[in-house]
């Protein structure tokens, strides 16, 4: 599904510059549960930003099931996005004025799905999460682990093929973490490929290969038994 | 998407309410401003545009030359109108129009004052006064019919029918109904409630075929299909062929759509008039909306890092830049909208105020689709203003930054923000130094010198029987003890009817064409005015009989006659002699801030309209006045007494004037007023973001006046900024508007100093609030906070 081969990012300013990516390479397959692991400051969250299309890499090659998108301009991107790919954050990044249903709602929006269909996909999405009771409530109403249960609700609305998940549980207690990771293997299981970021060697086990990352580089891969 | 946009559009305006008042508020009156400003210039841009031959309508004006200098103006020769149609094959039919005079009107008991126009048979098939009954092809041909408004016969007939009523005007005149008329519109220059034919003036013996007498004016109709610039050219050296005591100079033909918006001419050629205030309303209304959308922009930038986590998650969840755009835009219609419905409240309350300032009578046609639809139109268009920077700053966010925490937001030293500060506080100081200037030139005007003393100076017209009766009412007045002094004059003190080139005396250049003003009074003239005697002495009929044929000259006269002895010269006016008995200083006879004319005031041999009396100082007023009216109600009973004070005549002159200082005040007080909300808004906005900043310098020992000041700085910079480059262009600005004063003031240094002062202490005032409050928080909350 995804084959990263060279990838390079360098951020720069006026005094310093910034090697996040050094020629990484790296490929996932379609249905894979990927964990990526390492010190702060290693490339992961550069690298996440590139696999969700948010970012461009400046060099090296980014195939999505087997496209070349290194290069894409920003709406190439953002129609690639939607499409295929959900976002799951650490902070959860609902939005603050929306609902829990208007938050699911959104990127079916922006996918141009008719309301009376999109009703349906939601409350069914709501219905999966274990979150319909709580569907008129705004995100400040929630506990943490009911936010990041909306926040997958969202992420995997418009049945993407890839799920990126940026340190999920980072700011979850024990249970409400587990119950996050749980939904995403679930997920996996059933069909979605999972990339997540984290500092967590616990729900690192969740995952079928945790690549480790060092100064832009991956520096070791385990596969999972 | 729509819906979702205005959805948390609304959510954001609950959610942030003191700023969502700021920016309502602040368009609001903004808006109410433009729409002000947009209602009278509408009215302005529609005179005389109803009439259906508007296309064909030209009013005939004159070209001369003055000792070297170009004039134009629209007083013709009544004879013009005849000889335009006989002589230019272009006109179909011409019109003339006398200016309105009041007639006292009787039928049966009921007896009123009539505004009456004496108009040419054809005038109703040339203007477009749409006839209720009668007949309009006759209405004007009988010398003993008169055309009365709708309104006016209601006031004589109620709902009788007046055609063929017979009505009594100024107790001498009977007159037969012939037609009824709508009454003209407000925004139409002919204002009358009745029309009386040509004939009847004829018929009087008012009619004249002399070219030296400029006294009414003269419309043309064009042919279909004519034109005027082939009409034009045969009218330029016009009087060359009819005119044998004036020869020189012509005519020209002015079309409707630019009478009142240009109609001022210099050196022959059309320059401003109208137009110019309708372009500086236009720009000042621009500039008011601006401002109050730079408010919204400032406000919506400086609270961008609440809005850049929905952009990052709406750009990661699959939002467009565009998508983001329209959003953006949909929550500043949203907002105009609201400010929209707030505007019309406003300038609902606010429209009697208006119209009573500006002697208007706009209105809004809640009626009419096109009104509203304009509306709409407005509202987008504010929407789009407000919120085109907005959107375009805030869709452009990077989720990648916003998301992970490391957006920042820029705080380089020139940010659009300030920017748009200093160009809000620019314009409202611009408009303050104006005002100023404006108020200073009025002071200066009202503090000179006028010549005469208005102290307790009246005038009242010779109507009626007032004129044969003249004699009798000075000596009532007189011994009464009601009065101290009485003159018979030509026009009120205060107003210049006559002028003419043709003064001849000794030594006169025969190319010298001198304009004087002419006056005239019959006795005691200097004292009843109050005026300074240079030389001679005053009219003195009594004492020098031959004094009705004697002149007064002021000083700019005898300067222009080249007298050095002026006093028993002979001049030459209306093939008379009058013989210079005196000489008096200059007084303003018409603008206060032009200079004055040389002016001549001849003496009883000439014609009258009006009585001057200095009521006597030892009684009161009231009683003076309650005293006198019983004499002028004993010799001239069915007039009413209707008196006016020379002070307030004098007052009058600087009505224009003052309207333009209170208009620039109001604007200058609303520039302000939205500029302030905006600065508010930014400063509750710097302290609540500073919040911790503030704690910890006051944890390492800051005093709240420290605080207070850092905060109030930064903004007062800003203002300073906008006062080094205001002042400057207000200069300029004001410098040009005194020079269409030959009397003016001078732009003193004060009037910045002022102004800087004025506008810093407001600015230092509006955000010093906010600064003391963040200042005297207690630093625990803020840095628990973290």
């Given at each position: 599904?995804?084959?990263?081969s060279?990838?390079?990012?360098i951020?720069?300013?006026?005094?310093?510059?910034?090697?996040?990516l050094?020629?990484?390479?790296?490929e996932?397959k379609?249905?894979e549960f990927?964990?990526?692991?390492?010190?702060?400051?290693?490339?992961?969250s550069?690298?996440?930003?590139?696999?969700?299309?948010?970012?461009?890499?400046?060099?090296?090659?980014?195939?999505f099931?087997?496209?070349?998108?290194?290069?894409?301009?920003?709406?190439?991107?953002?129609?690639?996005?939607?499409?295929?790919?959900?976002?799951?954050?650490?902070?959860?990044?609902?939005?603050?004025?929306?609902?829990?249903?208007e938050?699911?709602?959104l990127?079916?929006?922006?996918?141009?799905?008719k309301?009376?269909?999109?009703?349906k996909?939601?409350?069914d999405?709501?219905?999966?999460?274990?979150?319909m009771?709580?569907?008129?409530?705004?995100?400040?109403?929630?506990?943490g682990?009911?936010?990041?249960?909306?926040?997958?609700?969202?992420?995997?609305?418009?049945?993407?093929k890839?799920?990126?998940?940026?340190?999920?549980?980072?700011?979850?207690d024990?249970?409400?973490?587990?119950?996050?990771?749980?939904l995403?293997?679930?997920?996996?299981?059933?069909?979605?490929?999972?990339?997540?970021v984290?500092h967590?060697?616990?729900?690192?086990?969740?995952?079928?290969?945790?690549?480790?990352?060092?100064?832009?580089?991956?520096?070791?891969?385990?596969?999972m038994? | 998407m729509?819906?979702?946009?205005?959805?948390?559009a609304?959510?954001?305006?609950?959610?942030?309410?003191?700023?969502?008042?700021?920016n309502?508020?602040?368009?609001?009156v903004?808006?109410?401003?433009?729409i002000?400003?947009?209602?009278?210039?509408?009215?302005?841009?529609?005179?005389?545009?109803?009439?259906?031959?508007?296309?064909?309508i030209?009013?005939a004006?004159?070209?001369?030359?003055?000792?070297?200098?170009?004039?134009?103006?629209n007083?013709?020769?009544?004879?013009?109108?005849?000889?335009l149609?006989s002589?230019?094959p272009?006109?179909?039919?011409?019109?003339?129009?006398?200016?309105?005079?009041?007639?006292?009107?009787?039928?049966?008991?009921?007896?009123?004052?009539?505004?009456?126009s004496?108009?040419?048979?054809t005038?109703?098939?040339?203007?477009?006064?749409?006839?209720?009954?009668?007949?309009?092809?006759?209405?004007?041909?009988?010398?003993?019919?008169v055309v009365?408004t709708?309104s006016?016969?209601?006031?004589?007939?109620?709902?009788?029918?007046?055609?063929?009523?017979?009505?009594?005007?100024?107790?001498?005149f009977?007159?037969?109904?012939t037609?009824?008329?709508?009454?003209?519109?407000?925004?139409?220059?002919?204002?009358?409630?009745?029309?009386?034919?040509?004939?009847?003036?004829?018929?009087?013996?008012?009619?004249?075929d002399y070219?030296?007498?400029?006294?009414?004016?003269?419309y043309a109709?064009?042919?279909?299909?004519?034109?005027v610039?082939?009409?034009n050219?045969?009218?330029?050296?016009?009087?060359?062929?009819?005119?044998?005591?004036?020869?020189?100079?012509?005519?020209?033909?002015?079309?409707?759509?630019?009478?009142?918006?240009?109609?001022?001419f210099?050196?022959?050629?059309?320059?401003?008039g109208m137009?110019?205030?309708i372009?500086?309303?236009?720009?000042?209304?621009a500039?008011?909306l601006?401002?109050?959308?730079i408010?919204?922009?400032?406000?919506?930038?400086?609270?961008?890092?609440?809005?850049?986590?929905?952009v990052?998650?709406?750009?990661?969840?699959g939002?467009?830049?565009?998508?983001?755009?329209?959003?953006f835009?949909?929550?500043?219609i949203l907002?105009?909208?609201?400010?929209g419905?707030?505007?019309?409240?406003?300038?609902?309350?606010?429209?009697?105020?208006?119209?009573?300032?500006?002697?208007?009578?706009?209105?809004?046609?809640?009626?009419?689709?096109?009104?509203?639809?304009?509306w709409a139109?407005?509202?987008l268009?504010t929407?789009?203003?407000?919120?085109?920077?907005p959107?375009?700053?805030?869709?452009?966010?990077?989720?990648?930054?916003?998301?992970k925490?490391?957006?920042?937001?820029?705080?380089?030293?020139?940010?659009?923000?300030?920017?748009?500060?200093?160009l809000?506080?620019t314009?409202?100081i611009?408009?303050?130094?104006?005002?100023?200037?404006?108020?200073?030139?009025i002071?200066y005007?009202?503090?000179r010198?006028?010549?005469y003393?208005?102290?307790?100076?009246?005038?009242?017209f010779?109507?009626?029987t007032?004129?044969?009766?003249?004699?009798?009412?000075?000596?009532?007045?007189?011994?009464?003890?009601?009065?101290?002094?009485?003159?018979?004059?030509?026009?009120?003190l205060?107003?210049?009817?006559?002028?003419?080139?043709?003064?001849?005396?000794k030594?006169?250049?025969?190319?010298?064409?001198?304009?004087?003003?002419?006056?005239?009074?019959?006795?005691?003239?200097v004292?009843t005015?109050?005026?300074?005697?240079?030389?001679?002495?005053?009219?003195?009929?009594?004492?020098?009989?031959?004094?009705?044929?004697?002149?007064?000259?002021?000083?700019?006269?005898v300067?222009?006659m080249?007298?050095?002895d002026?006093?028993?010269?002979?001049?030459?006016?209306?093939?008379?002699?009058?013989?210079?008995?005196g000489?008096?200083k200059?007084?303003?006879?018409?603008?206060?801030?032009?200079?004055?004319?040389?002016?001549?005031?001849?003496?009883?041999h000439?014609?009258?309209?009006?009585?001057?009396f200095?009521?006597?100082?030892?009684?009161?007023?009231?009683?003076?006045?309650?005293?006198?009216?019983?004499?002028?109600?004993?010799?001239?009973?069915s007039?009413?007494?209707?008196?006016?004070?020379?002070?307030?005549?004098?007052?009058s002159?600087?009505?224009?004037?003052k309207?333009?200082?209170?208009?620039?005040?109001?604007?200058?007080?609303?520039?302000?007023?939205?500029?302030?909300?905006?600065?508010?808004?930014?400063?509750t906005?710097?302290?609540?973001?500073?919040?911790?900043?503030?704690?910890?310098?006051?944890?390492?020992?800051a005093?709240?006046?420290?605080?207070t000041?850092?905060?109030s700085?930064?903004?007062?910079?800003?203002?300073?900024?906008?006062?080094?480059?205001?002042?400057?262009?207000?200069?300029?600005?004001?410098?040009?508007?005194?020079?269409?004063?030959?009397?003016k003031?001078?732009?003193?240094?004060?009037?910045?100093?002022?102004?800087g002062?004025?506008?810093?202490?407001i600015?230092?005032?509006?955000?010093?609030?906010?600064?003391i409050?963040?200042?005297?928080?207690n630093?625990?909350?803020?840095?628990?906070?973290?």
């Amino acid at each position: 599904m995804i084959k990263i081969s060279n990838l390079e990012k360098i951020y720069r300013t006026e005094e310093v510059e910034t090697v996040a990516l050094n020629k990484l390479s790296l490929e996932v397959k379609e249905g894979e549960f990927v964990a990526i692991m390492g010190p702060s400051g290693c490339g992961k969250s550069t690298l996440l930003n590139i696999l969700g299309l948010l970012d461009d890499p400046d060099a090296g090659s980014f195939l999505f099931n087997g496209i070349e998108v290194a290069g894409f301009n920003e709406r190439k991107r953002a129609d690639l996005r939607k499409h295929n790919i959900g976002f799951v954050f650490q902070s959860f990044n609902l939005i603050d004025e929306l609902t829990v249903y208007e938050n699911v709602e959104l990127p079916l929006i922006y996918t141009g799905v008719k309301p009376a269909e999109r009703k349906k996909i939601v409350e069914d999405v709501l219905d999966k999460m274990v979150i319909m009771h709580r569907r008129n409530h705004y995100p400040q109403q929630l506990s943490g682990g009911q936010q990041q249960r909306v926040a997958v609700a969202r992420a995997v609305v418009n049945n993407p093929k890839l799920i990126l998940a940026d340190e999920p549980t980072g700011n979850l207690d024990s249970s409400n973490g587990n119950e996050v990771m749980q939904l995403l293997t679930d997920l996996n299981e059933q069909g979605t490929t999972i990339i997540m970021v984290t500092h967590s060697e616990h729900d690192a086990r969740y995952s079928h290969r945790i690549v480790r990352m060092l100064d832009g580089q991956t520096v070791m891969e385990n596969i999972m038994v | 998407m729509l819906f979702n946009y205005f959805k948390i559009a609304f959510r954001n305006l609950l959610k942030y309410k003191g700023f969502s008042a700021i920016n309502i508020l602040g368009l609001a009156v903004g808006m109410a401003s433009a729409i002000l400003i947009f209602l009278w210039i509408s009215h302005e841009i529609s005179y005389d545009r109803f009439h259906e031959k508007k296309d064909r309508i030209f009013e005939a004006w004159n070209k001369g030359s003055f000792n070297g200098k170009v004039s134009c103006w629209n007083t013709t020769p009544k004879i013009l109108a005849s000889a335009l149609q006989s002589d230019i094959p272009e006109i179909e039919t011409t019109t003339r129009v006398n200016w309105a005079d009041n007639y006292l009107t009787r039928f049966g008991d009921k007896t009123i004052m009539m505004k009456a126009s004496m108009v040419d048979s054809t005038f109703l098939q040339v203007f477009s006064f749409p006839v209720l009954k009668g007949d309009i092809q006759n209405a004007l041909m009988n010398p003993s019919g008169v055309v009365l408004t709708a309104s006016t016969a209601a006031k004589l007939f109620g709902t009788d029918n007046p055609i063929g009523q017979t009505l009594e005007l100024n107790e001498k005149f009977q007159l037969i109904v012939t037609a009824v008329v709508q009454d003209p519109p407000n925004n139409s220059r002919f204002q009358f409630e009745c029309l009386l034919p040509w004939a009847f003036l004829r018929a009087q013996g008012w009619d004249d075929d002399y070219w030296g007498n400029n006294s009414t004016r003269t419309y043309a109709l064009l042919k279909p299909g004519s034109k005027v610039e082939s009409a034009n050219a045969k009218l330029e050296n016009f009087r060359k062929k009819y005119d044998r005591d004036d020869p020189t100079g012509g005519f020209f033909l002015y079309p409707i759509e630019r009478w009142r918006l240009y109609s001022s001419f210099t050196e022959g050629v059309e320059e401003g008039g109208m137009i110019e205030y309708i372009r500086i309303f236009t720009i000042v209304g621009a500039i008011i909306l601006l401002i109050a959308c730079i408010n919204f922009m400032n406000l919506s930038t400086a609270k961008s890092e609440q809005r850049a986590k929905e952009v990052g998650i709406r750009k990661v969840i699959g939002a467009m830049r565009h998508n983001l755009m329209g959003q953006f835009l949909g929550e500043s219609i949203l907002i105009a909208f609201l400010a929209g419905i707030l505007s019309l409240l406003l300038v609902q309350v606010t429209l009697p105020a208006f119209n009573t300032f500006t002697g208007k009578l706009v209105e809004i046609d809640y009626t009419n689709p096109l009104a509203w639809a304009l509306w709409a139109g407005f509202i987008l268009l504010t929407g789009l203003i407000a919120g085109s920077y907005p959107a375009f700053f805030l869709s452009g966010f990077q989720p990648t930054k916003v998301l992970k925490g490391t957006f920042k937001k820029t705080q380089s030293a020139i940010n659009p923000r300030k920017v748009l500060v200093v160009l809000q506080f620019t314009f409202a100081i611009i408009l303050i130094i104006s005002t100023l200037v404006i108020k200073k030139q009025i002071n200066y005007a009202q503090n000179r010198n006028n010549g005469y003393n208005k102290d307790q100076l009246l005038y009242y017209f010779l109507t009626g029987t007032a004129e044969k009766n003249y004699d009798l009412i000075k000596n009532e007045l007189l011994s009464s003890g009601i009065a101290t002094s009485v003159t018979k004059t030509s026009a009120p003190l205060t107003e210049g009817w006559s002028n003419t080139w043709g003064i001849g005396w000794k030594g006169k250049q025969p190319d010298d064409r001198t304009l004087f003003d002419r006056f005239c009074a019959d006795q005691q003239f200097v004292k009843t005015a109050g005026l300074e005697l240079v030389k001679g002495r005053d009219f003195d009929l009594a004492a020098h009989p031959a004094d009705s044929a004697a002149v007064l000259l002021n000083e700019s006269a005898v300067k222009a006659m080249g007298f050095s002895d002026p006093i028993g010269q002979v001049i030459q006016d209306n093939g008379q002699d009058w013989t210079v008995i005196g000489v008096i200083k200059d007084f303003i006879l018409h603008s206060p801030f032009a200079k004055t004319q040389p002016m001549v005031i001849e003496g009883a041999h000439g014609w009258f309209n009006v009585i001057h009396f200095r009521l006597n100082p030892t009684n009161s007023v009231s009683t003076n006045l309650k005293n006198a009216e019983t004499i002028f109600k004993k010799f001239n009973p069915s007039y009413p007494f209707d008196y006016t004070f020379v002070d307030q005549a004098y007052a009058s002159k600087f009505e224009e004037e003052k309207k333009m200082g209170s208009l620039a005040a109001l604007f200058a007080g609303l520039t302000i007023f939205i500029s302030c909300m905006g600065l508010f808004g930014l400063a509750t906005y710097m302290a609540a973001t500073r919040f911790k900043e503030i704690g910890i310098r006051k944890v390492l020992g800051a005093s709240v006046a420290s605080i207070t000041s850092l905060l109030s700085k930064d903004f007062l910079k800003l203002v300073l900024i906008s006062f080094i480059v205001a002042s400057p262009i207000a200069w300029i600005l004001m410098n040009q508007w005194l020079k269409g004063y030959a009397y003016k003031t001078s732009i003193d240094v004060w009037v910045f100093v002022a102004t800087g002062f004025l506008s810093l202490t407001i600015a230092l005032l509006t955000t010093s609030i906010q600064a003391i409050k963040a200042a005297v928080s207690n630093p625990v909350k803020s840095l628990k906070s973290e």
